[in-house]
C-alpha cells in the first residue's frame, strides 16, 4: 500500500506541475497539510475499525457516533452548570464526548456478545440510534458559539504548523500499533479473528475481547468527533453522514481481511491516506464530483487485488 500511495504522490506531483509556478501544486507545503487534515478523521476511526475487522467483526456505528460525540460535546461546553467549573470545564466536555463514543462502542460489543446479534445487524441498529440521539439532542440545528479555548486552540491553531488533528491520529496510529504488536490483548484480537472456537479453547476471554474492541472504536470514533467539532467550530447531527463506508474502506485498502484475523494500524492510516491523496488530486485537476466517485470506487478495487499480501493468505 505505501508502494501505491508513493506511485500515485508522482503521478499527482507530475500532472500538477505549473511552468508559470515553477513548482508541483500538489507538493506545496500547504496542499500536503490540507491532506493530511482532511483524511486526520477517516484515519482516526480507521485504526478503531482495523481492530474490530481484525477481531472479524464489522461497525457500521462510526459515523452516527463521530456526530454523537460532536454534539454531546458541544452540549457540555454550552452548559451553564459545566461552565462553572472554570478552565477545566473543556477537558470535562471532552471526556464527555469520548464517553459517548464509549458508550455507543461498549453497546455494539454488548449487542454482539450478549444478545448474540450479527455485527452488521447490531451495528446497523446503533448507527441509526446514535444517529437519533444526536438529532434529539440537537433538535436538528447546529450547536455554535463554542468557547475560544476549545475552537481556536484544539481546532485552528497548529502545533508546529501541523494542526492538531494531524498529531492526534499519528499519536492514535501508534497507539494502535502497539496494542496490536506488543500487548497480549492485541494477540488475542488477532486469535478470536482467526479462529475464535480456537481462541476460546486457548482460554481467552472471546467476549471480553469483542467487547473492547467494539468500545475501542467507539472511543476512536469519539474522538474524531471531538476534533471535527473543534476544526468546524460548529457540531452538527448531519457529521460523518455515510462515514462508515470510507472508514471501512480505509481499513480494507490498508490490509484488514473482513474474514478477520489480518491488518494493522499503520495500515489503516496507509488506507485513508490513498483515498485522501486521490481526492485532493481528482480536486486539483478539476476532475468533476462524479467521475470522483468512480475513481475513487475504482482504486479501491485496484489497491485491494494487488495486495500481494491477500495472495498468500489464498
Known amino acids: 500500500m505505501l ?4 506511485l ?9 506541475y505549473s511552468r508559470d509556478t515553477g513548482g508541483s501544486t500538489f507538493l506545496h507545503p500547504g496542499n500536503l497539510i490540507d491532506v493530511a487534515l482532511a483524511f486526520s478523521f477517516v484515519a482516526i476511526m480507521a485504526v478503531g475499525q482495523t481492530i474490530v475487522i481484525i477481531s472479524a467483526g464489522i461497525d457500521l456505528s462510526v459515523g452516527s457516533t463521530l456526530a454523537l460525540s460532536g454534539v454531546v ?6 452548559s451553564a452548570s459545566l461552565s462553572q467549573a472554570g478552565p477545566a470545564h473543556i477537558p470535562l466536555a471532552m471526556l464527555g464526548g469520548l464517553a459517548a463514543g464509549a458508550a455507543v ?3 455494539n460489543g454488548l449487542l454482539i456478545v450478549g444478545v448474540r446479534l450479527t455485527p452488521f445487524i447490531a451495528t446497523l441498529g446503533t448507527l ?10 440537537s ?11 476549545f475552537y481556536e486552540r484544539i481546532g485552528q491553531q497548529p502545533l508546529l504548523r501541523i494542526p492538531v488533528s494531524v498529531w492526534v491520529m499519528a499519536l492514535i496510529t501508534a497507539a494502535g500499533v502497539y496494542y496490536l504488536t506488543q500487548t497480549r490483548w492485541g494477540r488475542h484480537v488477532y486469535a478470536v479473528g482467526g479462529n475464535e472456537q480456537a481462541a476460546r479453547f486457548a482460554g481467552i476471554n472471546v467476549g471480553g475481547a469483542k467487547i473492547a474492541v467494539y468500545s475501542l472504536c467507539g472511543l476512536c470514533a469519539g474522538t474524531a468527533g471531538i476534533l471535527m467539532t473543534a ?3 460548529v457540531a452538527q447531527s448531519t457529521a460523518g453522514l455515510g462515514w462508515e463506508l470510507d472508514v471501512i474502506a480505509a481499513a480494507v485498502i490498508g490490509g484488514a481481511s473482513l474474514m478477520g484475523g489480518y491488518g494493522s494500524a499503520l495500515g489503516a492510516l496507509m488506507g485513508a491516506a490513498i483515498m485522501g491523496t486521490l481526492r485532493n488530486g481528482l480536486v486539483l485537476l ?6 470522483q466517485m468512480v475513481a475513487v470506487g475504482a482504486v479501491i478495487v485496484i489497491a485491494v487485488a494487488l495486495d500481494p499480501t491477500r495472495k498468500q493468505r489464498g
Not at 441509526?128 to 439532542?137: E, K, N
Request: hydrophobic share 50%; net charge positive; aromatic share 8%.
Open 286 to 291: 478539476n476532475v468533476p464530483d462524479y467521475w
Open 8 to 16: 500515485m504522490m508522482v503521478g499527482l506531483t507530475m500532472t500538477t
Open 128 to 137: 441509526s440510534i446514535a444517529r437519533g440521539l444526536a438529532y434529539a439532542l
Open 231 to 233: 476544526r468546524l467550530g
Open 3 to 6: 508502494g501505491v500511495l508513493l
Open 139 to 149: 433538535r436538528g440545528f447546529p450547536i455554535g458559539d463554542l468557547p475560544n479555548g
Open 73 to 78: 460535546t458541544a452540549l457540555l461546553l454550552n
Open 105 to 107: 462502542g461498549l453497546l
